[in-house]
């Protein structure tokens, strides 16, 4: 009589248990809150390379300005300013990819402290020879060259060091707020070497930079490889085979970003030799050489914080970016006076930057630790190559149809690269490619298929 009503109730507790609903699958992470999105600054490590960056990129950008303004002063030739814009680019082409090895196979602090010490020697000899008046253009350009081998070493260890100071869910945010330090400098150097070449002449403007080379300097000894939350990882033998460079370039996720970045750079680098073409032209100096060059890094400078907020990125996104900077390009060719082509250099710099730090972050999340290093080396192979070969063209426009004509071409041509390669994208895109691998789903709550899951893998 007793057992019954205690079975009784034992199988309503079951039956109610069975009537519940299933739990949920697991749903994607939500969006991280904006309050964090800026958390890669918590790290110690992190800022102290800000620092640094800061500092040293204002120098080498008062160093750029004066050395396209004195090179268009010795030769009066805008195709000799585009000449030694391909020769500080050109070094990426043969150099691009053992710098992206070394960054994976050496400490990337030892080898960025090598390289900030001799792009100041470099700084120095520059302003000994314009000081002295012994410069000539040959004398820039050779320099030129020799920093283009430093920059194709430094680039890739400079990018792929930024992630070994943050967490992963920071990726993002420390690539983003990379950028902006190099904007802020762009932001700064060109107004303090206009000054510079106005008061005193350009020679103080590299004596200037090969100074602030001081503070990376510093900043590099003060970070605690202890503090890494992403030591560097030990690679195997196997790992140098060229294989790895097989793999990257057959992964969409890589290849398409680092195409698109490839289209926009060949005519977006050269910008500078068009704006010292536009300021001989409207006869307006360097102070309004420095001050065009001002208004595209304060546009970039806002592109960079936007950039800073993102946590995903696309490959529709980068289609849509890479048509922004293309209709602002067009758009500044059109403008007839310099006040409104200031405004519109202001929207080239936003969405130039916001193209090439989503194509960044794009690149470095989906080639992940192992890879990370030449996966850098070969979109900045691609990145410098084709600016290198853009500068000389874009210079010979400048000199021969007008900077007008550099501008809309700008515009048209990378515009006209972007069709074709969303053509391509949309046309051969299997049903299991997703666009652009950066933004992950969790496993078991989307569609994709084992092709792409395999792509994913570094």
């Not at 020769?87 to 030892?110: C, E, N, S, T």
């Not at 085979?241 to 926009?264: D, N, Y």
């Not at 070969?378 to 063209?393: H, N, R």
Request: hydrophobic share 50%.
């Amino acid at each position: 009589m007793e057992t019954q009503p205690r079975y009784r109730r034992r199988s309503s507790v079951v039956t109610r248990a069975a009537a519940r609903p299933e739990p949920p699958s697991p749903r994607p992470k939500p969006p991280i809150p904006r309050r964090t999105r800026l958390a890669a600054l918590r790290s110690r490590n992190f800022r102290l390379l800000l620092l640094g960056q800061t500092v040293a990129t204002t120098g080498m950008w008062a160093q750029r300005i004066a050395q396209d303004w004195l090179v268009l002063s010795l030769t009066g030739d805008a195709t000799a300013v585009g000449i030694t814009t391909a020769l500080q680019l050109a070094p990426m082409l043969v150099f691009g990819l053992a710098g992206g090895w070394i960054a994976d196979h050496y400490p990337k602090r030892r080898v960025l402290q090598a390289t900030q010490a001799a792009t100041g020697a470099l700084a120095a000899i520059l302003a000994v020879l314009t000081l002295t008046g012994h410069v000539t253009a040959w004398h820039i350009q050779l320099l030129a060259a020799v920093l283009g081998i430093i920059a194709a070493i430094d680039q890739p260890a400079r990018l792929a060091f930024v992630t070994d100071l943050v967490e992963r869910d920071h990726l993002h945010s420390a690539i983003s707020l990379n950028s902006s330090t190099y904007q802020l400098g762009a932001l700064t150097g060109p107004a303090v070497s206009g000054a510079l070449i106005s008061a005193v002449g350009p020679g103080w403007a590299f004596a200037l930079n090969a100074v602030s080379y001081a503070v990376p300097l510093i900043a590099f000894a003060c970070i605690d490889p202890d503090r890494l939350p992403h030591p560097r990882p030990a690679v195997r033998a196997a790992a140098l085979v060229p294989g790895g460079m097989r793999g990257l370039v057959r992964r969409p996720e890589i290849w398409r970003p680092i195409a698109l970045a490839g289209a926009f750079s060949m005519f977006t680098s050269s910008l500078p030799v068009t704006l010292s073409s536009y300021a001989r032209t409207l006869d307006i100096g360097p102070s309004g050489y420095a001050t065009l060059t001002f208004v595209v890094a304060l546009g970039s400078m806002l592109g960079a914080l936007i950039a800073a907020g993102r946590t995903r990125t696309t490959m529709n996104g980068l289609t849509w970016t890479g048509c922004a900077v293309a209709a602002t390009y067009l758009l500044a060719a059109a403008m007839p006076t310099p006040w409104s082509l200031a405004c519109a250099l202001a929207g080239i710099g936003m969405a130039t930057t916001l193209l090439f730090t989503a194509v960044n972050a794009t690149v470095q999340v989906a080639a992940g630790t192992e890879l990370r290093g030449r996966a850098i080396g070969v979109y900045l192979l691609v990145f410098f190559g084709c600016g290198a070969l853009g500068g000389p063209l874009i210079g010979a426009i400048n000199q021969h149809l007008g900077p007008r004509i550099g501008l809309a071409l700008a515009g048209a041509v990378p515009a006209a690269a972007l069709l074709l390669l969303s053509l391509s994208y949309f046309v051969c895109r299997p049903a299991a490619v997703l666009p652009s691998g950066v933004s992950r789903r969790p496993s078991g709550a989307g569609r994709e298929s084992t092709p792409h899951t395999r792509s994913q893998l570094p």
